[in-house]
């Protein structure tokens, strides 16, 4: 029947947006702070997530600094501040899309583990940088203390091998 037919694609419609909303850990913590601008303060460092070469990290890094020194409430308030910059158009779009996280706390949890995530992600990917490069041409003393420091952060989730 017809009225089955288009409750079927809204509803395809609605698991698009859904899953678009969702996205990977970089849009994703974007949209959550769109949301809620006031978790910003509560994730994580986010460390090591500059070492990552993906679309997105940029933003998320500068969104992420901007609401810790001036942090905002609303949605609005952030859109309002970022008005004259080329970032505001993405910020919108996820800001049009619904939220499945229904409060702060909720979304400050998801969003330190994202960060927490790509931060590990990050330091796994400047590890690999370091080490390639020392076998190749060396480093000199302040990669050589970076990496130390990783490989020293590294070592208590390594697992025995069995």
Avoid at 51 to 61: S, V, W
Avoid at 134 to 161: C, F, I, M, N, Y
Wanted: proline share 6%; hydrophobic share 40%.
């Amino acid at each position: 029947s017809e009225s089955a037919s288009a409750e079927r694609s809204a509803t395809l419609h609605r698991n698009a947006q859904a899953s678009a909303g969702r996205g990977n850990l970089i849009r994703q913590s974007i949209h959550l702070m769109v949301h809620y601008p006031q978790i910003a303060d509560k994730a994580p460092d986010p460390q090591g997530i500059a070492a990552l070469d993906r679309p997105g990290i940029p933003l998320l890094l500068e969104l992420l600094q901007s609401l810790r020194e001036q942090p905002c409430a609303t949605t609005g308030a952030l859109l309002e501040r970022w008005r004259q910059r080329p970032d505001v158009e993405h910020l919108s779009k996820l800001a049009a899309l619904e939220c499945h996280i229904p409060d702060a706390t909720g979304a400050a949890k998801e969003l330190a583990g994202a960060i927490r995530h790509l931060a590990d992600e990050g330091a796994f990917v400047r590890r690999e940088q370091l080490l390639s490069k020392h076998a190749r041409q060396g480093l000199d003393e302040a990669e050589k203390a970076e990496l130390q420091a990783l490989l020293r952060a590294r070592a208590p989730d390594q697992a025995p091998a069995t």
